[in-house]
Each structure stands twice: as C-alpha cells, then as structure tokens.
C-alpha cells in the first residue's frame, strides 16, 4: 500500500491494520489482523473517520476462513477516505491527572483497593465505542463529582476485560454479567441509551447496590 495513504506511525497497530484492510477486501480477524485483540484498534480506526462495512448490528462478517478451517468474524475497510469527523479524547494535563489518580487513592475500581505493582489506568466509564461525539473538554477546576461522573480507574487487565464485555455489549445490544453476575441496579440486560446500571460501567455503585438490595431481603 502507498504509504502516503496511510494516515497511522508505521509501529502502531491501528496502521498494521489499516495496511491489511487497505485492499478494501474481507479479512479474518483471527489469522490475518495484527496483535492478539484487533477489536480495539479497530474502533479506534472507525472513530478516526475511516468506514468498516456493517453486517447488521456488526461490524464484522462470519465466513469460512480456509486458513482457520472454520467460520470467523471477517472485517473489510469500504474507502481508504474518512468518511466522518474523528471521534476524539480529551488528553489529561499532569494536573488534572494527578487529581483523578489522588481522588481515587489510586484504587482499582473492581478490586476496590490499590493494586501492589500493577499499572493503574485511567478510564472513562461510557466506553468509546458508545460515543457518537468527540470527548468534551474538561477544566481543570471540574468538580470531584463532574470526574467521579465520568472517569474510574482499572489496572490494565481490567480495562481490557472491561472493553471486551463493552464490545459484546454494542454488538448485542445486550448489557453484560458483571463478574459473572447477571445484576442491573437500573434498567436490564437490554441497552437502552444509557450504561447506568451495568457493574463494567460503575463496579463501586454496583457493589453497593447489591448489597442493598440482598441486605433488605
């Protein structure tokens, strides 16, 4: 592909994917996207303006990989123009990080205490992939409750579960067990505009909740 074309720094891997898909032809996710979890940086490619082709509610194709040997969700690039504004983050001043880490105790959110040697990221609690705008900016001065509102913190493993449950989440239109635990302090397992509810979206609430209600029974 004529690097001119592709708009990604040639080690990341949104610009492997992009190269692959660049043929405007269907590819396995499982045998011929880079990296063990392309489903992120294929969000993040359709946030950037560039269209994947939607098979119903997915933005994936089940077919017959000869390589697999089996049936695999299979994704194809439609232009190698944007066709849409990029959807963007907000990117964090030192300050303002500081604060949402401080504010938190640097706690793991599904843990519920400071993980010991464990990278703590931050993460916003509406995944990306439910956002139809770009990130709002946010001031410095916001509120402990206006961050509270919009940001948690995971240590690495658990955002990744996090956007994997949230991902099923979209493709379904089914909100996922949180733990294992099929529970919704608001709304049920359907998704109806909004993610209040779910544990992935606000374990701490969750967990409060829960014990709430098993405590009144």
Request: aromatic share 8%; hydrophobic share 30%; charged share 30%.
């Amino acid at each position: 592909m004529n690097q001119v074309n592709n708009p990604y720094s040639s080690s990341t891997q949104k610009s492997k994917i992009f190269e692959v898909l660049s043929d405007l032809e269907w590819h396995c996710s499982e045998c011929e996207l880079p990296g063990s979890q392309p489903a992120k940086a294929l969000q993040g490619i359709r946030q950037d303006g560039f269209d994947l082709e939607k098979v119903g509610s997915n933005w994936a194709k089940n077919m017959y990989c000869e390589n697999c040997k089996r049936n695999t969700p299979h994704r194809r690039l439609t232009s190698l123009e944007r066709v849409a504004e990029p959807i963007k983050r907000i990117a964090f001043s030192n300050k303002l990080r500081k604060r949402i880490l401080d504010l938190y105790n640097n706690m793991d959110e599904i843990l519920g205490y400071e993980p010991t040697g464990r990278a703590i990221e931050i993460d916003h609690r509406v995944p990306e992939i439910r956002w139809n705008d770009s990130e709002a900016e946010l001031s410095e001065t916001a509120t402990d409750a206006e961050l509270r509102n919009r940001y948690m913190l995971l240590v690495r493993e658990h955002n990744l579960l996090k956007s994997r449950y949230c991902e099923k989440c979209k493709r379904t239109n089914q909100r996922q067990p949180f733990l294992g635990v099929n529970y919704f302090y608001s709304g049920t397992e359907k998704y109806e505009d909004t993610c209040v509810g779910c544990g992935w979206h606000n374990p701490s609430s969750w967990k409060e909740r829960l014990n709430q209600d098993l405590a009144n029974k």
